[in-house]
């Protein structure tokens, strides 16, 4: 079965700094990985994705994401840090066609971001 | 804005009643999903639809059910509701049926749905 662990509950960065919110997964074959993030009482946003080709991927907001195969990861990461990045940062894979399921997102338990000004 | 659209946003009701959430997917999506996001299960994928036929199932209670119309958008019925099943409830759309494709599934706002 397909998962995805989010190994820290809360990640704590001081403005300017730079960050990572980490992402290790377990798939059959090559994976499909996804960031969202959800602001207070908001939806989830997508952020970024890796499908293939360049293992660092860049998406919205400054984010990307570095995808390493051999240790099974997809940290995201961004080089300096805004309050407003405050959030939860979900890492996601695809389950694909798995046990009849196709398609859907595979979730981790989510990531706390808070940005210190 | 993702495009996808959710109603109610709000919504409080008693145990053991009906609720319906209703979901307009992005334009031309076909692919329609049903998520419950609360604070002990975390983000749990429900159900999804693809162009009016159920496509995967995944923790959805007995009490759940859900359907894809042909104008595409898509309603969770949840019934004989308990206190447990207040949480968010997400839907989300994506363009391909998303077997074994990397297409992104764009999610709504949520309904949040409080059960006294």
């Known amino acids: 079965a397909q998962s995805v662990a989010q190994p820290e509950d809360q990640v704590n960065v001081a403005e300017g700094n730079p960050l990572t919110v980490k992402c290790t997964y377990s798939?059959?074959?090559?994976?499909?990985l996804f960031w969202y993030v959800q602001y207070p009482n908001r939806g989830l946003q997508f952020l970024l994705k890796?499908?293939?080709?360049?293992?660092l991927v860049k998406g919205s907001y400054g984010f990307e994401a570095e995808f390493n195969k051999s240790q099974t990861s997809f940290h995201l990461k961004k080089p300096s840090a805004l309050v407003s990045d405050s959030a939860l940062y979900f890492c996601?894979?695809?389950?694909?066609?798995?046990?009849?399921?196709?398609?859907?997102?595979?979730f981790g338990k989510g990531t706390k971001l808070s940005v210190k000004p | 804005d993702s495009g996808v659209t959710q109603t109610p946003k709000h919504l409080i009701t008693a145990t053991g009643q009906r609720v319906t959430l209703r979901c307009s997917p992005r334009?031309?999506?076909?692919?329609v999903y049903w998520y419950q996001q609360s604070l002990d299960q975390g983000l749990q994928f429900l159900i999804q639809?693809?162009?009016?036929?159920?496509?995967a199932k995944g923790n959805i209670l007995e009490r759940f059910s859900a359907q894809q119309f042909p104008d595409l958008h898509s309603e969770l019925n949840l019934s004989s509701l308990e206190l447990g099943d207040s949480a968010l409830y997400f839907c989300?759309?994506?363009?391909?049926?998303?077997?074994?494709?990397?297409?992104?599934?764009?999610f709504g706002e949520g309904s949040w749905l409080t059960v006294v």
């Open positions: 989300a759309s994506s363009s391909l049926s998303g077997q074994n494709s990397g297409n992104t599934i764009y």
């Open positions: 798939v059959s074959g090559n994976p499909y």
């Open positions: 890796y499908i293939t080709g360049d293992n």
């Open positions: 996601a894979v695809r389950d694909r066609n798995y046990g009849g399921s196709q398609g859907n997102l595979i």
């Open positions: 334009s031309g999506d076909l692919s």
């Open positions: 639809y693809y162009n009016g036929e159920e496509r």
